[in-house]
């Protein structure tokens, strides 16, 4: 049993330092937002509940590709 905890532990700080995002102006994030702001769609109301994941930067928006631009971008 005490290996197998171990190993949980282990797995689940191997997941955390691999975690990278690799399309531009991304960060990976334990808590982003679940209704992150894109070109065609500006959240007014959110629940509050962390996404683990990667998430646009701070001042950038998805676009229609799922690319993260800036919102003066925007089409």
Known sequence: MKILFIFLVFSA?????????TKPNEVYTRCGTAC??????????CTYQCVIG???????????NNNCILREECP
């Open 13 to 21: 700080l191997l997941l955390g330092i691999s975690a990278q995002c």
């Open 36 to 45: 992150p702001e894109r070109c065609d769609f500006v959240p007014t109301l």
């Open 54 to 64: 990667c998430s646009c930067k701070r001042g950038y928006v998805r676009d229609a």
